[in-house]
């Protein structure tokens, strides 16, 4: 009797372990390469068959000592698209705002009107003055600004006291124009520089509409012909990495992400090297939403710029304001310059407000051009800010 139960005994253990084996056999796990930071995958747009992705154990940048692997890295399958799948083609960056200018008056044109019915009476008073005033001021063109434009406009108009309805509006639009910044640098920092991609930090407040711009801003460089890397790094939320991961793969691009609760830093840092080693042009990295009241957070910020610098240098730093936050916008952008250096202004909602004036405020404020503009919710709703094209939408009427 002793003989059978041993018997069966070593038969369940050798059935345990064949399935073991079959298991661990069925098991494959990709890596970017024999160093790759632990926590961090490569998601490519729409790979040709799904594969099980690697479990991250979470290892950190800190002080760029990445941990070396430790299973034999597996090489990736090549980066094709499925058969017959078309990845879409968005339109290039030049003439976006043109196009969408229609949009942007509709939304905009009450600012204009309101100054043209002011302007256009025969003989303005000082109520009238107080109303074109109270006009800037609600569209939160700012103080200094309402008043640099309104003594303009005082001067032009005594000179042109039988202007026409058109020329009031060329008026209107000049002067808009000129407080708009048009000589401001608004080129975007995404091409390469000593042979290494530009790399585009996005940065700014919960709820701006970040995630989404960077989305977008990716399809305007694939748009403009550009090879374009996606970093994950907020990965304070994994729908924000979905999220990216899905606007990448409607233009081919690739996305760098990391799991939930994984150091932003050491995610951006592996974005970064991805874009190095596949000689991206460019890599547009997301950080995660913060509050500017939260100094820690900012200092956190500050990290992620310095670790992704030990890999190639940040050419670009885009703060995304959301438009209808009015002058409050300001006070965010104020903090966020104090943290790192940014160097353009992405403002988002501008489909739904009034209140475009934001964008004077802003670059007056701070110094910082306003780059880019969201008009919509349409994937190629972002467009290059442009003074000029800006000014006339927000008058409304013909060009």
């Not at 939160?140 to 640099?148: F, H, K, L, S």
């Not at 890397?229 to 992400?257: K, M, N, S, Y």
């Not at 050491?266 to 874009?275: I, S």
């Not at 509050?291 to 956190?300: P, R």
Request: aromatic share 2%; charged share 25%; glycine share 12%.
């Amino acid at each position: 009797m002793e003989f059978v139960l041993i018997a069966i005994a070593i038969l369940v253990v050798a059935v345990i372990l064949g399935v073991g084996l079959l298991v661990g056999r069925g098991r494959r796990t990709f890596r970017l390469d024999d160093d790759a930071t632990a926590g961090t995958t490569l998601t490519r747009p729409r790979p040709p068959a799904p594969v099980e992705e690697p479990r991250p154990t979470g290892a950190t940048a800190s002080g760029l000592g990445l941990p070396p692997e430790t299973e034999a890295p597996v090489e990736l399958p090549p980066a094709e698209p499925e058969p017959g799948l078309v990845f879409e083609t968005p339109p290039p960056s030049a003439g976006r705002l043109i196009r969408l200018r229609s949009r942007l008056a509709r939304s905009q044109s009450s600012l204009g009107r309101g100054l043209l019915t002011v302007l256009a009476r025969e003989k303005l008073t000082e109520d009238d003055w107080e109303e074109i005033e109270e006009t800037l001021l609600a569209a939160d063109v700012g103080v200094a600004a309402t008043t640099e434009i309104v003594d303009r406009l005082r001067t032009q108009t005594m000179v042109l006291a039988t202007a026409s309805g058109a020329e009031l509006r060329e008026l209107l639009v000049r002067e808009l124009t000129a407080v708009l910044g048009p000589d401001l640098d608004r080129t975007l920092g995404t091409g390469r520089h000593e042979g290494r991609p530009g790399v585009v930090l996005v940065v700014g407040v919960n709820g701006a509409g970040k995630t989404t711009t960077v989305g977008k801003i990716a399809r305007v460089l694939v748009g403009d012909g550009k090879s374009v890397i996606l970093g994950a790094a907020d990965t304070f939320r994994a729908a924000a990495a979905d999220q990216l991961e899905t606007w990448g793969e409607r233009v081919g691009v690739l996305t760098v992400r990391g799991r939930e609760g994984a150091d932003p830093a050491a995610v951006a840092f592996d974005a970064v090297r991805t874009g190095v080693e596949s000689e991206a042009d460019t890599v547009v990295v997301d950080t995660a939403g913060r509050l500017h009241t939260k100094s820690g957070l900012m200092d956190e910020l500050g990290k992620v710029k310095r670790v992704v610098e030990k890999q190639s240098p940040v050419t670009e730093v885009l703060l995304v304001l959301d438009a209808t936050t009015g002058q409050n916008g300001v006070v965010q952008a104020r903090v966020f310059t104090q943290a790192v250096d940014v160097t353009g202004v992405v403002l988002t909602k501008l489909d739904g407000t009034a209140k475009g004036g934001i964008v004077i405020s802003v670059q007056r404020e701070l110094g910082i051009p306003v780059k880019l503009i969201g008009l919509g919710e349409g994937p190629d709703d972002l467009a290059p800010f442009e003074p000029r094209a800006f000014a006339e939408a927000l008058v409304g009427g013909e060009a």
